[in-house]
């Protein structure tokens, strides 16, 4: 599969914390979620990617070429939508519009103005009047009128009603379509990454603790419940986490049907990407 972008071996370090060795490839015409807990490390490798802040080792590939090889070209290329908007708050969305066509080759304000519309955001207000929601709506709106081969959304869903993220969701899924467009989207709305996401790349404490197809994953995995009694009893190859309740234990299995097979009478559920990445997070380790 060609990859749209690939990582190698990515180090940042700041002082009390390290993207430890990061090996990623996020391939072409796919969505890829990125999560992880608040301080993971989610923000720091996204900005690593877009080359606004510096790493301290390892290679980023976009299209197969170096990204400091690929200079102005890359800024027509990918459409970012950070956490913070950066647009000067003093201009409107029409004054937005005019900066960004000149930053950008393939700029359409056709498209611009119909995402405007249809995120019914106010062309003559000031930016600082915009609320947190409109601030996201307008840098999506900026970031795909630009006809952007790659979208790169850090935090993009929070902060949008729900209405407003399933449109969004919708777009999202429209625009892979084609299949030279590609998203990584990081977000701790699990479902909502769920809903689109074909890959999940989930990381922990600076290190990326897996990369897997999401179909995958919900078919694979299983949650388990039993008391502790009963959990006592089973053979602990194959459970990868346990969470000790007051109520009974519960257990992450790395497939659901070898473990069904040995323990026909016990409950092991289907899980969702939540109930996977939960105990990822929290569980004791078993194996
Ligand atoms: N400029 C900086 N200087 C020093 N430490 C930083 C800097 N930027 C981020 N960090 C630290 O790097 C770690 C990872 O932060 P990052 O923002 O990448 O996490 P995140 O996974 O995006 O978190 P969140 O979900 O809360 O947005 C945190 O411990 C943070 O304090």
């Keep these: 599969m060609e990859a749209a972008i690939r990582i190698e071996g990515l180090v940042k370090n700041y002082e009390k914390f390290s993207l430890d060795h990061i090996n990623l490839e996020i391939p072409k015409g796919s969505i890829v979620g990125l999560v992880g807990a608040n301080g993971a490390g989610k923000t720091t490798l996204i900005k690593c990617i877009l080359g606004i802040i510096k ?24 459409g970012m939508v950070l956490a913070e908007a950066n647009f000067h708050e003093t201009m409107n969305a029409v004054q937005i519009g005019r900066i960004m066509e000149n930053i950008f ?10 995402y ?27 970031a795909l009128s630009h006809r952007a081969k ?23 899924l429209e625009y892979i379509q084609d299949e030279a467009h590609t998203v990584l989207l990081s977000s701790h709305i699990i479902s ?9 790349a989930f990381i922990q404490n600076g290190r990326l603790l ?51 097979r040995r323990y026909p ?9 939540e109930d996977v990445l939960l105990l990822l997070e929290k569980g004791e380790v078993v194996s």
């Design 55 to 78: 790493r301290d080792a390892g290679e980023i590939y976009v299209d197969g070429e170096k990204l400091e090889e690929k200079n102005d070209n890359w800024k027509n290329q990918v």
């Design 105 to 114: 080759s393939q700029w359409d304000a056709g498209l611009y103005e119909t």
């Design 116 to 142: 405007l519309n249809d995120f019914k955001l106010e062309h003559k207000k000031l930016i600082k009047d915009y609320s947190r929601g409109m601030k996201m709506k307008l840098q999506i709106a900026v």
């Design 150 to 172: 790659i979208l790169i959304f850090d935090e993009a869903t929070s902060g949008l009603d729900p209405l407003v993220r399933d449109d969004l969701l919708d777009i999202l």
């Design 192 to 200: 909502d990454l769920e809903k689109v996401s074909d890959y999940i």
């Design 210 to 260: 897996f990369v897997e197809n999401k179909d995958e994953i919900l078919y694979r995995y299983g949650v388990g419940k039993c008391s502790k009694e009963d959990y006592s009893t089973l053979d602990k190859e194959g459970i990868l986490r346990l969470k000790r309740g007051v109520l009974g234990y519960e257990f992450l299995v790395q497939d659901r049907q070898a473990f069904m």
């Design 265 to 273: 009478d016990m409950v092991v559920d289907a899980p969702d990407i």
